[in-house]
């Protein structure tokens, strides 16, 4: 079992960050435009791909992964 701590809590954190935007795409274009749009214009652009995503099955991250 692979325990998340101060030493690795960066790295695991990145990896889940580029699982997701692998599995929503739109999570990086958002993150790239965040900066320029309001909080409720992001909600919107969500409740706009909620059909598209709620589709979307979660795998389980590699647990051969080694850190």
């Known amino acids: 079992m692979l325990y998340i701590d101060g030493t690795n809590f960066d790295i695991q954190l990145e990896k889940c960050k580029e699982y997701f935007r692998e ?3 739109i999570f990086d274009k958002v993150q790239k435009i965040d900066s320029m749009i309001n909080d409720d214009e992001i909600d919107a652009l969500f409740k706009g791909f ?3 995503y709620l589709n979307v099955k979660i795998e389980p ?3 051969s992964l080694k850190i």
Do not use: E, G, I
Request: hydrophobic share 45%.
């Open 61 to 63: 991250l590699n647990r």
């Open 50 to 52: 909620d059909s598209l």
């Open 23 to 25: 599995l929503f795409p």
